[in-house]
């Protein structure tokens, strides 16, 4: 049972190709991972599948619906939802406002019930309140609750980001490079985040360098190279393939695992 | 009904003031591509140049030295505006927004001033050519009409020049294309942000005296000529001087023929139209964008 | 609950800063009392608070940009003023009618706009402004043009006027507390919330379900109906109105409010407002060189003060948006 169908899925820029013919399918429930080199196409591969990228060839189908094309506001009311390799906190919002607005999607109260303040308004916020707090401490930024999320240091900043997207309540997440610049002690504590959540129902989907992350929490492997998939499959598998180590070979990731 | 020689000289007239605004719109593109910034004093720049050549008038200060000192004068509050408004905000990593705020401020300032200075009364230069006008097929060609082709056009193949073959014009437009990488090759990025100020200061100084004849000055004239430069930056495609030019061409002309076919209450309708259509329908302009 | 100071001065809820805006209280306050001159003035900050109110909302909250609010000014002051003045309709259907011609307007002139960015979307609403301001002074059977309508009647509802300045500044200072009222129950709303998220990233407001484009316009709406509202106040309280009193004076005036109190704060506008709005009392003869002093005010605040006066002992993160 795949909850993400990716077929020949292509994007041209012009002359380049950035992911030519792609296709796999991610099983629902548990961690899979998209890796490869840099360059390798990983990026524009979730701009595709989330909406923010239309494919030049190819179909997305989530939940088996196919939503290639449709916006991503619409993806992620679907149950789709994704973070950013660059964070995209909302700077001006505490951590607590920032993970109430992924919350958003699930709610309804709008600008007049905002002036009126009925009571199905206020038992919604009360909700959103509860359930932001206890996204909060689920991530481990309970400390941080007030604070304004720009000045949050770069960890916790990953951290708020993952729970803002838990707040949509997703069926499938998509994390992109969740442990770009954390040390190995935050990179652990992810990989426990990460199976937590997955084992919470959420199905996630990573892109990621760190192979040692991968190879701990993932259950599937997705491997891209120069825009190709050059293989998929089980950690060990995807160990034991020669094309994906030979296109590692002398990249600094494979040696980390 | 329609007359054609009326109209052809509307046209001609239109083309005439539309080089107008292609000076000040190419003033717009040459900071907006050292900078990314839209100056929005640059009509004060309009502004100073034929207000101070009719200060230095007054003075007994013949035509010619007098328009030199102004652009020079001019080119100088440029840098100064730079200075004291632009480079404040730039290093302090201030939002788009609040740059344009802050040169609309300027301009304001710059307004007032004058003001106080020289007061309401509209004051004007006498053209360069006291001629009567060259009269071809029965359309009237005034000799400051050719004044303000002919030297659009010498300073457009100036500009050209400057772009191409000098040291600096090239150091400007590859700042343009690249900050960073202009910085990493050596090239002082702040001076030339100061430099692009200069020059575009003394393009809208010389649009202000080529103009002056024809219409008068006063403190408040900058606003209008801001927005018409604008307007011609946006239709020739922001940041392409020379497509700056065309838009001011088309500008004059599309404001001309309005005035031609609805009457003389619309012109400032017809640019602000002609500026909505392109920003909705076609923002990269006729042209197409520059990068 | 351990806390730094830096964290408590960050804390949203301080976003009420207090002591400024007990002394903007404390302002209209004398005013009301005093009953002389000051009300005059008091008043036209009050109506000019409203506006940048709402201006806050779409610039402040929302971060996005319109230097053309005036428009809606306008649209609310000439409805205003010739419902009343010639057709004799009651002041406050004719603040409503400008208000819903206003929300049409906003929708109109919301849709295509807002899709620009940066200098465009600046540029684009700088053009409804002046554009607006162009019928005002052309559409001359309507509007009266540069002469303008006169003769329009004070506020009240059936018989009962409002025709002392003090129960007018009353009534102003009612409606001022209303609508920042409004603006804090907006903020603090899951509305509000997704507002504040535009302007930290639009990218990831999307991926979180909002839609963008549709928060923008209302917020831009909202905005609009603030401006309508203000604009019917000012013709009601002036008597009279013309171009000029809805152009880019008024433009560069709210600006001059809005930054000097604090943008993005909830009673920055009321602030700067009060402190803008009494200036020209403070320093005499600065009549002559009002524009010259809030064109220089603001760009000093822009450079040094950004934040406003609401918002000194906040930490504004440094980093450059891409706007």
Request: charged fraction near 15%.
């Amino acid at each position: 049972m795949s909850i993400l169908r990716v077929d020949g899925l292509t994007r041209r820029f012009g002359g380049l190709v950035a992911n030519n013919d792609i296709t796999f399918a991610i099983p629902a429930h548990g961690v899979s991972a998209v890796i490869g080199p840099n360059g390798a196409g990983k990026t524009t591969l979730f701009n595709m599948i989330s909406g923010f990228m239309e494919p030049t060839e190819g179909r997305v189908t989530f939940d088996g619906k196919i939503i290639t094309g449709v916006r991503p506001e619409e993806i992620a009311a679907r149950g789709l939802v994704r973070t950013f390799q660059l964070t995209q906190l909302f700077q001006n919002l505490s951590v607590l406002e920032n993970v109430k607005v992924g919350c958003h999607v699930r709610t309804r109260a709008g600008v007049f019930a905002a002036l009126t303040r009925p009571a199905w308004a206020r038992r919604e916020e009360a909700e959103t309140d509860a359930k932001a707090r206890a996204l909060i401490d689920l991530v481990g930024l309970s400390d941080q609750t007030e604070q304004l999320a720009g000045v949050l240091p770069y960890g916790q900043q990953r951290l708020l980001e993952i729970a803002r997207a838990m707040a949509t309540e997703p069926r499938l997440m998509l994390l992109d490079e969740p442990a770009a610049g954390l040390n190995h002690d935050e990179t652990a504590q992810l990989g426990t985040l990460i199976r937590r959540i997955a084992g919470g129902g959420t199905t996630v989907l990573l892109i990621e360098h760190d192979m040692r992350l991968v190879m701990n929490t993932a259950d599937h492997i997705v491997v891209l190279n120069f825009g190709r998939k050059i293989a998929e499959g089980t950690p060990a598998q995807i160990q034991e393939n020669e094309d994906v180590v030979e296109a590692y070979l002398g990249g600094a990731e494979m040696l980390d695992a | 009904m329609l007359d054609p020689v009326f109209l052809a000289q509307t046209i001609l007239n239109g083309l005439s003031v539309g080089c107008i605004y292609g000076l000040i719109g190419i003033g717009f593109c040459v900071i907006y591509n050292a900078s990314g910034i839209v100056n929005f004093a640059q009509g004060a720049f309009v502004m100073m140049g034929g207000m101070i050549t009719h200060v230095l008038m007054q003075q007994h200060v013949p035509l010619i030295p007098s328009a030199l000192l102004a652009i020079v004068v001019v080119a100088l509050a440029g840098v100064v505006i730079e200075r004291i408004v632009v480079r404040p905000l730039w290093d302090r990593k201030a939002t788009m927004f609040v740059m344009i705020l802050a040169t609309l401020a300027a301009q304001i300032v710059i307004e007032r001033l004058t003001l106080m200075l020289v007061g309401d009364q509209p004051k004007s230069i006498p053209v360069f050519t006291d001629l009567p006008p060259i009269k071809l097929a029965g359309v009237a060609i005034g000799y400051q009409t050719l004044w303000i082709m002919g030297t659009s056009l010498v300073l457009i193949a100036a500009l050209g020049l400057f772009f191409q073959k000098t040291l600096v014009g090239r150091a400007m437009r590859a700042c343009a294309i690249n900050r960073e990488a202009a910085a990493l090759q050596g090239i002082v990025v702040s001076r030339m942000l100061a430099m692009s100020f200069a020059l575009s200061a003394a393009l809208g100084a010389i649009a202000g005296i080529l103009v002056t004849p024809t219409q008068f000055t006063a403190f408040n004239v900058g606003t209008p000529f801001a927005i018409s430069g604008f307007i011609a930056a946006i239709v020739g495609g922001f940041g392409r001087p020379f497509g700056a030019f065309l838009g001011g061409l088309l500008l004059g002309l599309a404001q001309a023929l309005a005035v031609f076919g609805l009457g003389s209450g619309l012109k400032n309708m017809a640019a602000l139209s002609v500026l909505l259509i392109f920003l909705f329908l076609r923002p990269s302009g006729i042209l197409g964008s520059a990068k | 609950m351990a806390t730094s100071p830096a964290t408590i001065l960050n804390s949203p809820k301080l976003r009420l800063d207090h002591l400024p805006t007990a002394l903007a209280v404390a302002v209209v306050a004398y005013a009301i009392i005093d009953g002389g001159y000051i009300v005059t003035v008091v008043g036209f900050a009050l109506i000019y608070a409203v506006f940048v109110a709402g201006l806050n909302i779409f610039m402040g909250y929302a971060g996005q940009t319109s230097f053309g609010q005036n428009a809606f000014a306008a649209i609310g002051g000439y409805a205003s003023a010739v419902l009343t003045a010639t057709y004799g309709w009651p002041p406050v259907a004719g603040i409503l009618a400008g208000m819903a011609g206003s929300v049409v307007c906003a929708l109109l002139i919301g849709m295509p706009t807002l899709r620009l960015k940066g200098h465009y979307l600046a540029m684009g609403t700088l053009a409804i402004g002046l554009i607006v301001y162009e019928i005002a002074v052309e559409w001359q059977s309507v509007t009266n043009g540069y002469m303008g309508i006169s003769g329009i009647p004070p506020l009240g509802i059936g018989s009962w006027e409002l025709e002392s300045d003090r129960a007018q500044l009353i009534f102003l200072a009612i409606v001022t507390g209303l609508s920042l009222w409004a603006t804090w129950r907006l903020r603090q709303s899951r509305f509000g919330r997704a507002l504040v998220a535009l302007s930290g990233s639009e990218d990831a407001a999307r991926a979180l379900g909002i839609n963008v484009g549709r928060t923008k316009l209302i917020a831009f709406v909202i905005s609009a109906i603030f401006a309508s509202l203000a604009g019917s106040l000012l013709v009601h309280i002036v008597g009279f109105i013309s171009p000029e009193m809805i152009g880019m004076n008024m433009v560069i005036l709210a600006f001059t409010m809005l930054y000097v109190g604090g943008i993005g704060t909830t009673t920055g506008p009321l602030i700067g407002a009060i402190v803008i709005g009494l200036l020209p009392e403070v320093f005499r003869g600065m009549k002559d060189y009002q524009d010259l002093v809030y064109g220089t005010v603001l760009i000093l605040i822009l450079i040094y003060a950004p934040g406003g006066i609401a918002s000194l002992g906040r930490v504004a993160p440094k980093r450059r948006t891409a706007r």
